[in-house]
């Protein structure tokens, strides 16, 4: 189940993975806010990447890297 929350959280045209969920962005805060999902956090994407890897999925992390 928590596999399914990351997944949940990934872009299905990219790949990539929304960092910073707790942290909202857009007609809430605007462009002027410095943080949140719509910035790409190394530290997020190794944290996804490492869950779901040990869950047995390495399709979507390696994904998220391309």
Not at 21 to 39: C, F, Q, R, V
Not at 56 to 64: E, I, L, S
């Amino acid at each position: 189940m928590a596999a399914n929350v990351l997944k949940a959280a990934q872009d299905k045209q990219t790949g990539a993975f929304v960092a910073g969920l707790g942290t909202p962005w857009g007609d809430s805060n605007g462009d002027k806010d410095a943080g949140g999902y719509h910035l790409v956090w190394e530290r997020d994407m190794y944290e996804f990447s490492s869950a779901l890897i040990v869950a047995g999925d390495t399709a979507d992390p390696k994904r998220a890297l391309m």
